[in-house]
């Protein structure tokens, strides 16, 4: 029996992306066991992940802040005897870590982010405009350099049933065989990668007019929480959950949708994780890139073509234009049409 430890801390969508992986690896090599190093709030991703799989939160910039505290972590985690350590992040303190277990004698293995070629992606002149390999795809050869190769095999964390809500049918309510289930997920961590807030309405307001739709809100902070309410009480049939679910309670509601409308965002990740289709609205980023949801179709990504697109890979770089046109340019009618399509 080997003992792998997987490093990846990061944002919400790129640990989220590890869990296919991870799945599709222990089911594999049951014989083997995984320890996921992240951070405390990713947790809920690794409760319904196959028992051969756990999970250590940390803290690496309070508790284990810094070279000191790297090294005090790392002589925790060396006394587990770990025998291979992948590095699904790449970035200086998951590389100062592996280089920490390389030096003791165990076997590491570390993405490559080819940022190169991202570069020719989102470049403003010469641009390089082809599909580059997938998280999914980068995290899986990180595990071949180690020695395992598998086929990703992933369908859902809840596998081929739903995830139980239960207990919080209070806020969601119960679905009817005829009712249709749609999430709306309007944020996402920059603004290169947010459809205009006032168009987002629109589409709200479109969708909740039907009958035998109900919506469900979702999103964090206290100003995403108060436009979310303002909604839900400016429109029927709309529930935000902002704010009042825990994630492994999200994840749950997620798995019973019909449907997901997301940004390149965390909860496109979150939805692709259930098994849950999803649309997702592209400005200045691009699914090239290698980010789309697990399982999810690119001809459910709703985005329109300009030479400037895209210009960034997380979608944290100002417009060089000054206008998001990659956003705006796009109709609400354009995604209440793709919506209804997967229906």
Known sequence: MAKILVIRFS????????????????????????????????????????SNVSFRGVDVKK????????????????????????????VLRSRFLSFCFKLSGVKVACIDK???????????ENKVLTPQTTSFERYALVFKQLGFSFPLSFHSIFGNEKGNIE???SVVGYKEVHDKWIGVAPFAAHQGKVYPIELQEQIVRSLSSRENVKLFLFGGGKKEVAQLEQWQQAYPRVVSVAGKLKMAEE??????????????????????????P?????????PYAGF??????????????????PCSIFGNKPCIRGDYACLRQITPNQIIEKVESLL
Not at 38 to 44: E, F, I, K, L, W
Not at 115 to 124: A, W
Not at 293 to 309: D, F, M, T, Y
């Open 11 to 50: 944002a919400l969508g790129d640990v989220a992306m590890t869990v296919p992986v991870l799945c599709s690896f222990a089911n594999s090599f049951p014989q083997h066991q995984v320890v996921v190093l992240s951070r405390p709030n990713m947790a809920a991703l690794f409760t319904q992940v196959p």
């Open 63 to 90: 508790e284990y802040a810094g070279i000191k505290g790297l090294f005090r972590l790392f002589s925790l985690l060396k006394h587990e005897q770990f025998d291979f350590v992948a590095d699904l992040h790449g």
């Open 114 to 124: 080819e940022r190169g070629k991202r570069k020719k992606l989102t470049s403003v």
């Open 167 to 169: 207990n919080i049918r």
């Open 251 to 276: 994840l749950a509601l997620m798995s019973h949708l019909d449907v997901m409308l997301a940004m390149d965002s965390g909860n496109m990740h979150l939805a692709s994780l259930v098994g849950t």
């Open 278 to 286: 999803v649309v997702s609205v592209w400005g200045a980023t691009h």
């Open 292 to 309: 789309m949801g697990w399982g999810q179709s690119e001809k459910n990504a709703v985005q329109i073509s300009l030479p400037c697109r």
